[in-house]
DNA sequence: GCCAACGTTGGC
DNA sequence: GCCAACGTTGGC
């Protein structure tokens, strides 16, 4: 099954606030990068999981996972004029930007920090750690996966 | 808050 | 299609 990892700012919307959703599910919104874009659109399917990381705040890192409950649709705030994430070039008929659903499934007794990721020699090849990477959706491999779940305990 | 690195835009 | 200018990301 897939891995795959996802930022955001806790500020904004943290794995706290996922878990405190109803269903403790919500849309993946806002993301506004192609590359991201392209693996939520083409890539990221039912059942895939997800880790949360928080980034632009103070514990950076690595705080927990997520499960895919929907396959990517049209983001709605692309279309709402209202929304910081409102493109005026999209269209229903020809939307940019996509979203999926996820649900909580697990928070990290401690978090994996980033300082921590960035030490493990099997992490090297994840976007996340490479200096200047802006990429925030990013696949994940089994063993990736394994690693940061073995830190996370 | 700073600023390096990056992605996007738009004139040519 | 190039590339300068700009806006954004995100660690520190």
Redesign the pocket.
Known sequence: MPYWLM?TEPDTFSIDDLANMPDQTTIWDGV????ARNYIRDKIKIDDNILIYH???RN?GIVGWATVVRDAYPDPTQFDPSSRYYDPKATEENPRWFSVDVKFNNKFNQLVS??TLKDIDGLKALPLVK??????VMPVSNSEWKIINALAN
């Open positions: 930022k506004r990068n192609y590359q980034s632009s705040c950076i980033l300082a200096k200047g990477s802006r990429l925030s």
